[in-house]
């Protein structure tokens, strides 16, 4: 079991920064893969960013260039640094981790955290 709490939403201004954290806590030592996802108000939850257990990282387009994802070194609290934040990134950010289990890849997500972009 893996538990993931999200800290670090708020409000903001747009061309504004704000930096996300994602603690993990149980057993870490099994994370594969962890991610940021987020969804606004009627969308579905799309991925953000993700780094793996070899340290790859794939943002999707739209945040090239504007956040980065990054992990601690001790690997137990991931972040999300998003610069020029836009009225469009107003979402509800969420932290996921995929472990692999008895063969199989099993899912966590945090609780979520809010992020508004609006002036």
């Known amino acids: 079991q893996v538990q993931l709490v999200e800290s670090g939403g708020g409000w903001v201004q747009p061309g504004g920064s704000l930096t996300l954290s994602c603690a993990a806590s149980?057993?870490?030592?099994?994370?594969?893969?962890r991610a940021w996802y987020r969804q606004a108000p009627g969308q579905a939850r799309d991925l953000v960013a993700s780094?793996?257990?070899?340290?790859?990282?794939t943002y999707t387009d739209p945040v090239k260039g504007r956040f980065t994802i990054s992990l601690d070194n001790d690997k137990e609290t991931m972040s999300l640094l998003m610069k020029s934040l836009k009225p469009d990134d107003t979402a509800d950010y969420y932290c996921?981790?995929?472990?692999?289990?008895?063969?199989?890849?099993?899912?966590?997500w945090g609780q979520g955290t809010q992020v508004t972009v609006s002036s």
């Open positions: 996921q981790a995929t472990t692999i289990e008895n063969f199989k890849y099993v899912t966590y």
């Open positions: 780094i793996n257990r070899f340290g790859d990282i």
């Open positions: 149980g057993s870490t030592v099994n994370i594969n893969t």
